[in-house]
């Protein structure tokens, strides 16, 4: 079978490198699979290209993978219209956090034949066989799909329970060359970055968090190790992003990576999403030593009301104390914070603001977004029963119209009082965030003159 993974444009720059698609492109390839990636995101190709394209060439399957975003959705919808409307229209696949919570939604939007509920490797080659063999898709587990003008869902797959036998992502078969040009904090112009996975899944379930995983599933060092290895040799990447929910998923597992990494001389900068509960200060030294240079910490309110309302299991001592020990060991912060949450007021907001600029080291820019209750949540189910939103039609529809608008308003405040507190919020963050990139350019510029540093390469905006 010859098979199309279409990755699709957000309009970005540089994009992010499609992980789950790559993960997904191994598996395929291992099994003897024909896969070919179509990158509209790297060339911005139109919709209609897409048509073309397919009209050019015979592809049996064209599967896509999309998060709950309101912009991922709508460009599904212009993806799935090109598709369909292709002269000779393969199977269409979906996959991805988008469709898995409400499959019988996405494929009567999009007319898409088939859904991957949630994790695909194991599920997308079961699939496959059993379209190849003429077996009944009843006997799959972890799809959705039409038939006869229903939608069936099947029970969901057991998650697999050794993430270590899951083949590399594809890597050859994208253009890591143009990928590894995002940037993230402490980048200098050589360096290059990819992201890497340390395990799936969450030890935590806070209330807007769409995860449909139970627990935490890590790889272990020497399948990481091999990764990053390769990554250095074959693309020469400086710089590893570790992009799963929660690297720092305990205080001996984060040590014990460290150590690792160190022992294997990987010699790489990295970074991770953490938790501020385990961020003690010797665990952070040993975590500055093997390399890691910013953790992003999903920090959401600086109300300890808000938080347990969230069940974020966090306290303001702990975010605090957290925050102040990562950046005596010299390794920038990632300061998190949502509005809209149940308990938030504009006096909550008002913390939230001051924390970030009482910590904010200039190294990027944060601002403050509402808080949106993505189909699968606990949110989101708890938006429905108290009559704020209908369905997942209501809310992709008329309410997920933009990440930084209000989907839902959780708080006593008219939306009115709600723009106006993030309208003064973000209007601070930014002033704040631009006045110190000002005294770093007149800094610099100080030097230039007085110190004669001839290392200056001029005045740039990136």
Known sequence: MKILLVVYDNDSYIHWFP??????????????????????????????????????????????????GYYQYLQLLGISEAVNRSKHRPLYILGGHGPSPEPEFFLGKTEADLVVLGEGEETIIDLLDAIQKH??????????????????????RPLISDINTIPLPAYSLFPIDYYKLIRMPHNVNSD???????????????????????????????????????????????????????????VERTDQLCHDFMN????????????????????????????????????ESLDDLVLKKMNKALSTKQIIKGVEATIAVGITPGLNVLFGNIGDTTETLRKGVEFTMKYDDGAYMRTIRPVTPYPGSPLYY?????????????????????????????????????????????????????????????????????????????????
């Not at 369905?391 to 008329?398: A, K, L, Q």
């Not at 919020?425 to 540093?453: C, G, P, V, W």
């Open 192 to 250: 290059f970055v990819m992201p890497v996975l340390s395990g799936r899944g969450c030890t935590f379930n806070c209330a807007f968090c769409y995860r449909m995983d139970e627990g935490f599933r890590p790889r272990s060092s020497e399948s990481i190790i091999e990764e990053i290895r390769l990554l250095k040799a074959d693309y020469g990447i400086t710089h590893v992003s570790f992009t799963d929910e929660l690297l720092m998923s305990s």
């Open 135 to 156: 077996r009944p898709l009843s006997t799959v587990p972890g799809i959705a799909y039409r038939s006869e003008g229903q939608v069936i869902i099947n029970e969901r």
């Open 264 to 299: 294997a001389g990987l010699n790489v900068k990295w970074d991770c999403n953490g938790r501020l509960n385990y961020a003690k200060p010797d665990l952070l030294k040993l975590m500055r030593k093997a390399g890691c240079v910013f953790i992003n910490y999903g920090i």
């Open 382 to 462: 708890h938006a429905i029963e108290k009559g704020l939103l209908k369905d997942c039609e209501d809310f992709y529809t008329n309410k997920h119209l933009n990440s930084d608008l209000i989907a839902v308003n959780f708080t006593e405040l008219t939306d009115e009082e709600f723009y106006q507190a993030l309208y003064e919020a973000n209007s601070t963050l930014l002033t704040n965030y631009y006045h110190k990139k000002l005294e770093s350019m007149i800094e610099q510029t100080r030097k230039l003159y007085f110190e004669r540093d001839a290392s200056f390469r001029g005045y740039r905006q990136t």
């Open 19 to 68: 992980q789950g698609l790559a993960y997904i492109a191994g598996t395929l390839v291992k099994h003897g699979y024909e896969v070919e990636i179509y990158n509209q995101d790297v060339h911005h190709y139109s919709n209609d290209h897409l048509t073309h394209y397919l009209d050019e060439k015979h592809f049996d399957v064209v599967g896509i993978g999309i998060i709950a």
